[in-house]
């Protein structure tokens, strides 16, 4: 991309730390022509947002392009989100004769994808509410 065009395109140069040159033509000596091909650009909304930006030119193994490496720091609001629990198929809720049925009709439905049809899992234990891990200690005590 040149000059011009990332003017027109109001995108920033983030420059660069390691050796200036991202490619090379692999040839020895006098034949051998490099120059820096490979760069990262950035809108002033991004630099705002997760600055401060490197962005570092890894050395060339086995290709004729080096590899970006680009660090940014993440706004801290968003790096302390509370984590989403994961989900977790209860044995339990196999004793109850719903069970079955409820997860047939998840996985025979065509239309859905197969994040959708996880996704509809993990309802399952509120369709199974009466079986539920909090219940269970609730009867064991």
Not at 6 to 16: A, I, K, M, R, Y
Not at 28 to 57: K, M, W, Y
Not at 109 to 121: C, E, M, T
Request: glycine share 8%; net charge neutral; with cysteine.
């Amino acid at each position: 991309m040149g000059r011009i065009a990332v003017l027109e395109s109001h995108l920033t140069d983030l420059g660069f730390e390691g050796y200036p040159f991202t490619w090379s033509n692999g040839r020895h000596d006098g034949d051998n022509i490099q120059c820096r091909l490979d760069r990262a650009l950035s809108s002033d909304e991004f630099l705002n947002r997760f600055s401060p930006v490197h962005v570092l030119h890894l050395p060339r193994y086995g290709s004729d392009h080096a590899a970006l490496v680009i660090t940014l720091e993440a706004p801290i609001h968003r790096v302390q989100r509370r984590r989403k629990r994961p989900f977790r198929f209860e044995e339990s809720w196999t004793s109850n004769a719903r069970c079955e049925p409820l997860i047939h009709a998840c996985w025979s439905q065509p239309s859905l994808s197969f994040s959708d049809k996880l996704g509809r899992l993990q309802d399952l234990g509120k369709d199974l509410g009466d079986h539920t891990v909090g219940s269970i200690h609730k009867e064991i005590v």
